[in-house]
């Protein structure tokens, strides 16, 4: 895991930005795996599919700078070269993007099928809430 240094985000914040991020980017199948307790990875692993290289990339360029927006550093992305499955280790937050046939050949969630939980279009913020029983500030 990356140490990741920046503003102490309220818990859930930044799984509710990443969810908006990919939301607002028009990834698919947004799915977020509760690792909390299960892992001392992260938190959270949000995997999201993008229709093409291009699409994969740019969003994941999109959380990239969102990231360092809200002012997080040590964020480590890796993938970007080929843009078929990038993976960005925010510290508590793990978020793979990957090309359609690339996820299926992997089928990472299918690892973590019982904590795997699908992501509903237009309201990520709102899963986030329920799921860690915090309020995110918009």
């Given amino acids: 895991m990356a140490h990741i240094e920046g503003p102490d985000l309220e818990d859930g914040a930044l799984h509710g930005l990443v969810l908006k991020s ?11 795996i509760d690792l909390a ?8 692993m ?4 993008g229709r093409s290289q291009r699409h ?14 809200v002012g997080l550093k040590g964020v480590r992305a890796e993938g970007l070269s080929t843009c078929d499955w990038v993976l960005v280790d925010a510290g508590d937050v793990v ?5 359609a046939e690339v996820r299926e050949f992997y089928g990472i969630e299918k690892m973590w099928a019982a904590e795997a ?3 509903p279009s237009g309201a990520p913020a709102n ?10 500030s918009a």
Avoid: M, N
């Avoid at 949000?46 to 599919?49: F, I, L, P, Q, R």
């Avoid at 899963?127 to 995110?136: S, T």
């Fill in 37 to 44: 307790g299960k892992s001392a990875l992260a938190d959270h």
């Fill in 46 to 49: 949000v995997v999201a599919t």
């Fill in 95 to 99: 978020i793979h993007i990957f090309r």
């Fill in 127 to 136: 899963v986030a809430d329920r799921q860690l029983g915090a309020e995110l």
């Fill in 22 to 32: 990919l939301d607002d980017d028009l990834a698919q199948e947004i799915v977020t």
């Fill in 56 to 69: 994969v990339g740019a969003v994941a360029d999109h959380l990239l700078r969102k990231l360092k927006e």
């Fill in 117 to 119: 939980s699908p992501v």
